[in-house]
């Protein structure tokens, strides 16, 4: 099942708290000490910035599949932790980003002691807006097949329990990446249960176009709640995006300056499945950029207004798109995940 620790630092003993989650994700990734070691350091480092730079905010830890697709037969598995906040913002992030940098009179070893021992760490901030710094730590050496697309997410469960009712999961067969978003009819570890039967059948259908994939998947979840899904695939040969879903799930594709909504039929897959499916298949290319997300976030929500975000780490992304869409006025009521697809950095020209 999804497990997600949400912990929101505030004052000095939730860095603890920080610590204990990531060791306690470590564990059910399967890391060895060494790198456990490497992500409570992380999870500590990034804690103890909030509460010194920001005044607090949001340590999100959790388990999430490697940033390019591996193979369906053999996932790779990484701790991601996330500290999210809505302070100052930094000035200079490359500073920032250097052993010694400090503006509170500390030893300044945090970001850049993070960035050093995790095997992905990306930051992005603005100021007056806040931050969101992200890092992943797994085993290594890293089993990752470079594939000129990255995926990432965030997944926020409701009211701060243990599982998520959302997930979402990253596969590669062939010239075929595949992304999908599973939200679990209500939420709690029944919502979890559809969602997570969702994810083991998709390591079975990465062969399946989105539509192919929806109807095995309507299979794999008979005898649960059932899930909203969404499943885009990107044919790299082809240069095709393909998309297809059902459910409330959320999807918009960015086209240059421009951003298309992507529609889900109505139903719930493993209790009601449309007899009909729709598929959209559009281009895929350079500058491109696909954005997924449960109905726990506004349907309304804005793009991120920075430009550089989008180029950013597609967690990052997500991350960014979680903060800026949520308000005190809006409480949620829903878990929350949101799943981001793009080129590698190299293929955003």
């Known amino acids: 099942m999804p497990r997600v620790w949400d912990v929101p630092v505030h004052d000095s003993t939730r860095v603890r708290d920080a610590r204990v989650a990531a060791e306690a994700a ?48 053999s996932p790779v598995w990484f701790v991601q932790i996330a500290a999210i906040d809505h302070g100052p913002g930094i000035a200079d992030v490359p500073a920032a980003l250097s052993d010694g940098f400090s503006t509170a009179r500390s030893l300044g070893a945090g970001l850049g002691t993070c960035r050093r021992v995790a095997d992905d760490f ?15 730590v797994g085993a290594r050496p890293r ?4 594939h000129g697309l990255r995926a990432g997410g965030v997944n926020v469960p409701f009211g701060g329990a243990e599982t998520s009712g959302d997930a979402w999961a990253w596969v590669r067969s062939g010239e075929r990446a ?10 709690g570890p029944e919502a979890a249960r559809a969602s997570t039967a969702a994810v083991d059948a998709l390591h079975a259908s990465a062969h399946l176009t989105p539509a192919e994939c929806l109807r095995h998947l309507d299979t794999a979840l008979k005898g649960t709640r059932g899930a909203a899904v969404a499943v885009a695939q990107v044919d790299s040969g082809a240069g095709l995006l393909r998309f297809a879903g059902i459910g409330n799930i959320g999807a918009r594709l960015q086209v240059g300056d421009t951003w298309r909504a992507l529609l889900c039929r109505p139903g719930i897959v493993g209790v009601h499945r449309p007899g009909t499916l729709r598929e959209d298949r559009m281009p895929w290319a350079a500058g491109q950029l696909l954005i997924m997300h449960s109905d726990g976030l506004p349907s309304r929500w804005t793009p991120p207004a920075d430009p550089g975000v989008l180029s950013a780490d597609p967690a990052v992304v997500a991350a960014v798109t979680l903060r800026d869409a949520g308000s005190a006025a809006r409480p949620v009521r829903d878990d929350t995940a949101v799943a981001v697809l793009a080129p590698t950095p190299r293929d955003r020209r």
């Open 122 to 136: 990306a930051l992005h901030s603005l100021p007056g807006r806040g931050t969101v710094a992200l890092a992943r």
């Open 26 to 73: 470590a564990t059910l990734a399967g890391l060895d000490s060494a790198r456990t070691a490497a992500a409570s350091l992380v999870a500590t480092e990034l804690a103890t910035n909030l509460l010194k730079h920001t005044g607090g905010g949001q340590l999100l830890v959790e388990i999430v599949p490697a940033p390019a697709p591996a193979d369906a037969r």
């Open 143 to 146: 089993a990752v097949v470079p």
């Open 178 to 187: 595949t992304l999908m978003l599973a939200d679990g009819l209500g939420h």
